[in-house]
């Protein structure tokens, strides 16, 4: 069966405290892993796609990485106004996405 | 650009009656899938259209339906509502077809349902 998990379901950081957050993935035939932002009361912003293990991006203070089991959404030296709910979600080889259930991040100041 | 646009924002309805959800895409994208997101469950997949064809379906009863229009926008229906199918809903467009940057999706604001 297609599943994706988060981890940690949730993280607190010091302003400037790099960590990673985690994403492990077990699909037939992924199409794709995307990470998106999520703010409460809105829809999930995009940040990335990743295709194939080895692949990295890169925006602002965020980088994704990805490998044949899991990938992970590096935020380095973070501000308060990166606190928000991250998601990841794969595509197998069907016409659908399955979504993990988030890492809600909250960066003090 | 204008993004995807989802109305209304906000409904309030009872048990028992139905409602009609609209969702426009990003102008170009042929791809409209539609999701439910509660606080226990996270974001799940109802289904997914292109070119006004349901390609997929999730794990929802039949009270749950959708529809594609040629101009790409989609409605999704609830019937007989209960309280349960209070939550967020969600619409992503994509271009939808081959693979690549094709599959990246864009969200909605989303409409916030509260059914009493």
């Known amino acids: 069966e297609d599943q994706v998990t988060q981890s940690p379901e949730a993280l607190r950081l010091q302003e400037g405290e790099s960590s990673s957050l985690n994403c492990s993935y077990t699909?037939?035939?992924?199409?794709?892993l995307f990470w998106y932002r999520q703010d409460p009361g809105k829809g999930p912003e995009f940040l990335f796609t990743?295709?194939?293990a080895g692949e990295e991006k890169e925006k602002e203070r965020l980088k994704a990485t990805l490998t044949k089991k899991e990938s992970f959404l590096h935020i380095t030296a973070p501000k308060p106004e990166d606190s928000a709910t991250y998601l990841c979600?794969?595509?197998?080889?069907?016409?659908?996405?399955?979504f993990g259930t988030g890492t809600r991040l909250k960066v003090l100041a | 650009k204008a993004g995807v646009t989802q109305t209304p924002r906000y409904l309030i309805k009872t048990r028992g009656q139905q409602v009609t959800l609209s969702c426009s895409p990003i102008?170009?994208?042929?791809?409209v899938s539609w999701y439910q997101q509660t606080p226990g469950q996270g974001l799940q997949f109802l289904f997914e259209?292109?070119?006004?064809?349901?390609?997929n379906k999730g794990n929802f009863p039949g009270r749950f339906s959708g529809r594609q229009f040629s101009n790409s926008r989609s409605e999704m229906n609830v019937s007989t509502l209960e309280l349960g199918d209070s939550a967020l809903y969600l619409c992503?467009?994509?271009?939808?077809?081959?693979?690549?940057?094709?599959?990246?999706?864009?969200f909605g604001p989303g409409t916030r349902l509260t059914v009493l």
């Open positions: 992503a467009s994509s271009l939808g077809s081959r693979g690549g940057s094709y599959n990246e999706q864009f």
């Open positions: 699909v037939s035939g992924l199409r794709g």
């Open positions: 990743l295709y194939s």
């Open positions: 979600a794969v595509r197998p080889g069907t016409y659908k996405y399955i």
């Open positions: 102008s170009g994208h042929r791809s």
């Open positions: 259209y292109f070119s006004e064809t349901q390609r």
